[in-house]
């Protein structure tokens, strides 16, 4: 997750680098919550109905066999799912990098400079 918030809030311009990262792990939390939801709901959807079968006193639960032949209708479902959001993330514009262009230094001021602000020298009379 850190590697993942750097890269993501690397590529940001600095004055978006917070909404950035706050998108990002949301993103984060958001993501297996919903995955987790999806899976069980496929899941009860696919699962073949019960055959008489007594619920047991903790609740009606799947059986084994049950639970196979719900997973094996599931999973390709959300493999398919997978492949739509990786070919739509693939569909999504680059950033374009500039010749030259590199991201403002955030170390810490050098002869009086602020941090992150480029010096621009003009050729005066004794130089």
């Known amino acids: 997750m850190v590697t993942a918030t750097a890269v ?8 978006h680098a917070g909404v950035a990262g706050g ?8 993501g297996p919550m919903l995955g987790v939801a999806v899976t069980i709901m496929l899941m009860t959807l696919t699962a073949p109905a019960p055959t008489g079968a ?4 903790g609740g009606p639960h799947m059986s084994p066999e049950v639970f196979t032949a719900a997973m094996g ?34 170390s810490p001021a050098r002869d009086g ?13 004794g130089e």
């Open 73 to 106: 209708a599931t999973l390709p479902a959300l493999a398919a799912l997978a492949a739509l959001g990786a070919s739509a993330a693939a569909a999504l514009p680059r950033r374009a990098q500039r010749a030259g262009a590199s991201r403002p230094s955030t």
């Open 113 to 125: 400079q602020e941090p992150g602000r480029a010096t621009t020298r003009t050729a005066g009379a």
């Open 8 to 15: 993501i809030v690397h590529q940001a311009p600095v004055e």
């Open 54 to 57: 007594e619920p047991t006193a």
């Open 23 to 30: 998108l990002q792990q949301t993103a984060m939390n958001i």
